[in-house]
């Protein structure tokens, strides 16, 4: 019908009914595309939200396998001095280092002398959501952090854990009294020295993690309610932690849990 009209004009030469159709259509189109783009708006923002909670979820685990690591180093330290000592007396037969804890209702047929917490450091959502560009509207800084965080967890995951664990295996055979040869001692305190490298590289990690997620804001409750169920996860964790690691774990607190009271 417009175009009809348009054309009519043009026959008419009535140049300004010409642009005053002109002007209808680039209003009618710049009003359609401003609608579409305000739902655009709306549902990014949408999606930006749902996943923001789940990101929270990720984040709060995150946070509570660095705690747990850090909670575990001053242990981890002194086993790995202690069985370092062991191996450089030469002139002493070896006495054999039965592990000091259990594994918390995981059976292995070997005992083992040390043991490292096998945790997840990232975030499959983040990941996700952020290749689809849903945490575009996150601050920059904000963004910028999280992605260098969970990049650093994704090297923890994918190497030192597994290696720790490689060479934390290969360490069982101490449990038991052996007859040890200089090489034999000289390769597991090779083996240690090198579980404790990566050990401290996992632990550095987890401070920066800390201190990370901390300055998002992000693991701050949002009311009293998730506070609350905060604290009881938080209380659950720690029985079951002590249960597992003794006198080595030292329980986990949340500096956010201490502030809540200023959330509502």
């Known amino acids: 019908m417009l175009l009809r009209r348009m054309t009519q004009h043009v026959k008419e030469q009535n140049w300004f009914a010409v642009g ?25 923002r949408s999606d930006y939200d749902r996943a923001l909670v789940d990101l929270r979820s990720g984040i709060y685990h995150a946070y509570n396998t660095s705690k747990e690591r850090l909670a575990l180093v ?23 280092m039965p592990r000091e804890y259990e594994l918390g209702g995981i059976e292995t047929v070997f005992p083992r002398v040390t043991r490292s917490p096998q945790r997840l450091w990232t ?14 509207l996150m601050d920059d800084y904000k963004r910028d952090m999280l992605a260098d965080t969970f990049a650093s ?28 040869s200089l090489s034999d001692r ?5 083996l240690l020295t090198r579980a404790d490298a990566a050990s401290a590289t996992m632990e550095l990690v987890a401070v920066q993690y800390i201190r990370n997620f901390e300055e998002t804001g992000f693991l701050t409750p949002l009311n009293t309610a998730e506070a609350t169920e905060r604290r009881e996860d938080l209380a659950q964790g720690n029985t079951s932690l002590l249960a597992v690691y003794g006198d080595c774990f030292e329980p986990i ?8 009271e200023t959330v509502e």
Do not use: H
């Open 253 to 260: 607190v949340y500096p956010s849990l201490e502030r809540v």
């Open 153 to 180: 967890g994704a090297l923890i995951e994918q190497k030192f854990q597994f290696d720790v664990s490689d060479m934390e295996a290969n360490l069982q055979a101490l449990a038991y009294p052996l007859d040890l």
């Open 74 to 96: 001053e242990c981890r330290q002194a086993r790995y001095r202690e069985l370092g000592t062991q191996l450089m007396q030469t002139d002493t037969p070896w006495p054999g």
């Open 123 to 136: 975030s499959a959502l983040w990941d996700a959501e952020l290749a689809k560009g849903t945490f575009d």
């Open 20 to 44: 005053l159709d002109f002007l209808i259509v680039v209003m009618g189109v710049g009003f359609a595309m401003m609608g579409q783009q305000a739902l655009s708006d709306r549902q990014a």
């Open 186 to 190: 000289l390769r597991y305190y090779d």
